[in-house]
């Protein structure tokens, strides 16, 4: 009788506990921003559903790195706490010359990334520049009216 009490106490815990997690579990989702630690921000406009295809953009500010302050277009894929998204540093504002490419997950909040980072005329792997990204959530974000 004891156990059967203990058994139904530690029940009743884990299944409050996961209710909770589940609460205030963040996902990537639509209208989301989220800023590494170099002050960039990746904003998530739309994940559809149906194919966990991403589409968003990404303001660079990095230190270091050209294209900055400028809105560059990004595409992916999420896959439960699996994403990876790629951006074009390509615009009629100002063009770098290369893709960047961030594979990470999302844990406790946080997007956990590497990427790598290709120069157009690129002749050798060594060429790749590679590195860690950690964003974290930054709130929500809003459509942009097409009202003027
Ligand atoms: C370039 O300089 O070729 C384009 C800008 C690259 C910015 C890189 S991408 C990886 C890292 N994370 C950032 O937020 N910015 C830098």
Redesign the pocket.
């Known amino acids: 009788m004891k156990n059967l009490h203990i058994g139904l106490l530690l029940c009743a815990l884990f299944l409050s506990n996961t209710l909770f997690a589940n609460e205030k579990q963040l996902s990537v989702q639509s209208l989301s921003a989220w800023t590494?630690q170099?002050g960039?921000t990746l904003y998530i406009d739309s994940v559809n559903p149906t194919t966990n295809q991403i589409t968003g953009h990404?303001i660079?500010?990095?230190a270091g790195?050209?294209?900055q302050n400028i809105k560059y277009p990004v595409t992916g894929w999420v896959y439960g706490t699996a994403i990876t998204f790629q951006t074009i540093?390509q615009s009629t504002t100002q063009s770098?010359?290369?893709i960047?490419s961030w594979t990470g997950f999302l844990y406790q909040d946080q997007i956990f990334t590497l990427?790598q980072?290709v120069?157009n005329g690129s002749t050798n792997t060594g060429q790749i520049v590679q590195?860690k990204?950690t964003f974290s959530y930054t709130g929500a974000t809003e459509h942009e009216s097409l009202l003027k």
């Open positions: 590494n170099d960039s990404y660079n500010r990095a790195y050209g294209c540093w770098c010359n290369s960047t990427w980072l120069i590195g990204d």
